[in-house]
Antibody
């Protein structure tokens, strides 16, 4: 059973780069059935898809974040990562890593990591 | 890209049925059968309840059902139970090869 776990700093200073890593266990990140992505949720607000990556390196980004977001994959470590540059307080959120399961013409977000809170503050 | 439109809140009494709508455009909800619904309890990660508009994952109660008409998808919960109280989010694939979420709906079981 696939499981995902986020890791990274919980506090980032304004104007710096937020970096998070998601470790996939219970299966291979090179699965043809999954894209891998990041979804965030500001406190008390809704979910926002940030972007997704295939194990080959193909990426798709939310246009509203595209200039600041980079998602990469390390198949040797079964991990994928998020970098968000020039952060402000508005980037304070719980960040979830999630698989985008794509099988037999279907797609949905899952499994999900437990989420990690990142606060942007000096 | 704008979020899909959901009502901010809905409520119902135990045993009743409620429906949550999710309105988008022909470039997302209306153009693809890739609408999914997620349940989120406070402090927890979202849980998949419906995928591909109408399909229910194994383990999800058959009290949950999904449908779509035009640019609006809907989640119906029948036989409301106290544990159904949560936030619900819809999501859709878009013609730009991106994904959109709805703003979320808080379900209160009275």
């Amino acid at each position: 059973q696939l499981q995902l776990q986020e890791s990274g700093p919980g506090l980032v200073k304004p104007s710096e780069t937020l970096s998070l890593t998601c470790t996939v266990s219970g299966g291979s990140i090179s699965s043809s059935s999954h894209y891998w992505g990041w979804i965030r949720q500001p406190p008390g607000k809704g979910l926002e898809w940030m972007g997704s990556i295939y194990y080959s390196g193909s990426t798709y980004y939310n246009p509203s974040l595209k200039s600041r977001v980079t998602i990469s994959v390390d198949t040797s470590k079964n991990q994928f990562s998020l970098k968000l540059s020039s952060v402000t307080a508005a980037d304070t959120a719980v960040y979830y890593c999630a698989g985008l399961t794509m099988v037999r013409g279907s797609n949905w977000f899952g499994p999900w990591g437990q989420g990690t809170l990142v606060i942007v503050s000096s | 890209q704008s979020a899909l439109t959901q009502p901010a809140s809905v409520s119902g009494s135990p045993g009743q049925s409620i429906t949550i709508s999710c309105t988008g455009a022909s470039s997302d909800v209306g153009g693809y059968n890739y609408v999914s619904w997620y349940q989120q309890h406070p402090g927890k990660a979202p849980k998949l309840m419906i995928y591909d508009v109408t399909n229910r994952p194994s383990g999800v109660s058959n009290r949950f059902s999904g449908s779509k008409s035009g640019n609006t998808a809907s989640l119906t919960i029948s036989g409301l139970q106290a544990e159904d109280e949560a936030d619900y989010y819809c999501s859709s694939y878009t013609s730009s090869s991106t994904w959109l979420f709805g703003g979320g709906t808080k379900l209160t079981v009275l």
